[in-house]
């Protein structure tokens, strides 16, 4: 059974950094599509980031040159590092799995593309 569990959240102040991990059992990532999707009270969850294999990874617009997506496929494994953090960053924060096979990689952004998801954690960013 896939299971996939979130953790490193908190809250910080803006400028500030924060490093969130993924921890994955019941499959290989190596297999999988992986994403960091975002959920503001209010909101619509949206995708940050997503790793396809390595060597092959997608930003949200509004992340990039700030955020940086990673595996540690030893460890099953993801991690978001997330710096210069801003107010609007605020959010809970999802570690999201698909099995590579059939994607279409237009869509690793999508939360429909995805079928496996963590409880999320919360991310707290004050101005």
């Known amino acids: 059974q896939v299971h996939l569990a979130e953790s490193g959240g908190g809250s910080v102040q803006a400028g500030g950094s924060l490093r969130l991990s993924c921890t994955a059992s019941?499959?290989?990532?190596?297999?999988?599509?992986m994403g960091w999707f975002r959920q503001a009270p209010g909101k619509e969850r949206e995708g940050v980031a997503a790793?396809?294999?390595?060597?092959?990874?997608t930003y949200a617009d509004s992340v990039k040159g700030r955020f940086t997506i990673s595996k540690d496929a030893a460890k099953n494994t993801l991690f978001l590092q997330m710096d210069s953090l801003e107010f609007e960053d605020t959010a809970m924060y999802y570690c999201?799995?698909?099995?590579?096979?059939?994607?279409?990689?237009?869509?690793?952004?999508?939360?429909?593309?995805?079928?496996?998801w963590g409880q999320g954690t919360q991310v707290t960013v004050s101005s």
């Open positions: 019941g499959y290989t990532t190596n297999t999988y599509c």
């Open positions: 999201a799995a698909v099995p590579r096979e059939g994607l279409v990689l237009a869509w690793v952004l999508f939360r429909e593309a995805y079928v496996y």
């Open positions: 790793i396809v294999y390595d060597g092959l990874t």
